[in-house]
């Protein structure tokens, strides 16, 4: 197995600690579970990034990496509805473009048809990540000690909103543009 398939998996991993970080009740568990979600975000660039340069893609790596980015990016909106801290429409509105994308793609590859990623989805995903990531600073910066609530006390109450309703935006407007895009691999079916 190569490097970037082992940062595949290893996003896997991270998602469950992720989550068990999430909800703990120890002291500082929501500021590791901050910790744990930027390492595997990171592991989401570098496979990709290894994997081009090193001409290291393969099938495995085709099919896991976007199915680790939605079970890492999912688990974390839907523990924040668990907690309040997102209103629940909103990841309704994310995890169902990610199960319809995930169904399109399926169905394409069952055409013998590989959809690439586009533009758009990966602004969408860096979005959902920039959100995520906000909305857990916003909820933990207060127990850093003086220095989070001076580096982040003056800007991540407006921020943390904002990066939500742009990932939402672009999630929804990137869903609609992907299957827009590709109604012939559904269409022909009906």
């Known amino acids: 197995m190569n490097l970037p398939n082992k940062l595949t998996l290893s996003r896997f991993a991270l998602t469950v600690a992720f989550l068990g970080a999430m909800f703990s009740d120890v002291p500082f568990s929501k500021t590791c579970a901050l910790g744990l979600f930027s390492i595997a975000s990171l592991t989401d660039y570098f496979d990709g990034k290894i994997a081009r340069r090193d001409k290291l893609i393969t099938n495995f790596g085709v099919l896991m990496d976007p199915l680790a980015d939605k079970i890492l990016v999912c688990s974390a909106f839907i523990a924040f509805v668990g907690l309040g801290w997102i209103k629940a429409w909103m990841v ?17 590859a069952s055409k013998n048809v590989v959809l690439a990623a586009e533009g758009y989805g990966k602004h969408k995903t860096i979005s959902q990540i920039v959100a995520i990531i906000a909305i857990l600073v916003f909820y933990t910066y207060k127990e850093w000690g003086e220095v989070g609530p001076l ?24 869903g609609a543009l992907y299957l827009w895009r590709n109604r012939q691999l559904y269409l022909q079916d009906m």
């Open 92 to 108: 309704v509105l994310i995890v169902a473009r990610e199960l319809a994308i995930t169904g399109l793609r399926l169905l394409a």
């Open 151 to 174: 580096i982040f006390g003056l800007w991540i109450a407006w921020f943390m909103p904002l990066a939500k309703w742009v990932a939402v935006l672009l999630t929804f407007i990137s």
